[in-house]
């Protein structure tokens, strides 16, 4: 049962080049949610999809999109990244969005952009 | 108001001692504190959570306090081991939030040995 996973693990861009984080979750979570980590900064949430084909904007949308095209997967785009987004990157998912369902994390994404 | 204040940034604890990590909040809507631990190159993980209708939840050597009239909540750990040595985050969501997370900043732990 592998959970949450993230690839890649590592990335380093240019500024203007573009790529896309892949999330991928085997518990059958209806919810999912991509944040970003910044120092001192706790975590943001960036989208989030309430189920398989749905997406809806965090906190911090700007400059990201996603999508939900299956249920298990859930991919977040840079279409041209920004040194202002040099970030980790951590996907999440939940079985609802109920308060007291538990969000389960994957181990991250740290992407650096030059 | 959907802010959640989070300290100490960081805190050193000899082993065997009490650990203790406070949060605040502003939203009255918020009806779930939970606690999540973070370990270096991983994503967090939920430890703990309370509801506002108790003031107290145990679990082992960790311990929720919650205070609904002063709107704050802590995490206390007992018996502080190297191995608690992390980062936690406070957390709180509920209908103010759509029920989304709203995070604290986070408190970075050391247990000394």
């Known amino acids: 049962n592998a959970g949450v996973t993230q690839t890649p693990k590592f990335r380093v861009l240019k500024t203007g080049q573009s790529m896309t984080l892949l999330c991928a979750q085997d518990m059958n979570h209806e919810y999912m949610y991509w944040y970003r980590q910044d120092p001192g900064m706790g975590l943001r949430l960036i989208h989030y999809?309430?189920?398989?084909?749905?997406?809806a904007k965090g906190e911090v949308p700007d400059g990201y999109n996603v999508s939900r095209l299956k249920k298990q997967n859930f991919l977040l785009g840079l279409e041209s990244a920004a040194p202002s987004q040099t970030s980790v990157y951590f996907c999440?998912?939940?079985?609802?969005?109920?308060?007291?369902?538990?969000?389960?994390f994957g181990d991250g994404t740290r992407l650096s952009i030059l | 108001q959907q802010q959640v204040k989070q300290s100490p940034q960081s805190l050193i604890v000899q082993k065997g001692g009490i650990s203790i990590i406070n949060c605040a909040y502003e939203n009255t809507a918020f009806d779930y504190f939970p606690w999540y631990q973070q370990f270096p190159g991983k994503g967090p993980a939920l430890l703990i959570a309370i509801r506002p209708d108790v003031s107290e939840k145990k679990e082992g050597r960790f311990t929720i306090s919650f205070n609904k009239s002063a709107k704050q909540f802590s995490l206390h750990i007992m018996d502080s081991q190297p191995g608690d040595s992390a980062t936690y985050f406070c957390a709180a969501s509920g209908p103010g939030s759509n029920y989304q997370l709203i995070w604290g900043a986070g408190t970075k732990l050391i247990i000394k040995p």
């Open positions: 999440a998912s939940g079985r609802s969005g109920q308060s007291n369902q538990p969000q389960h």
């Open positions: 999809s309430v189920g398989e084909g749905t997406t």
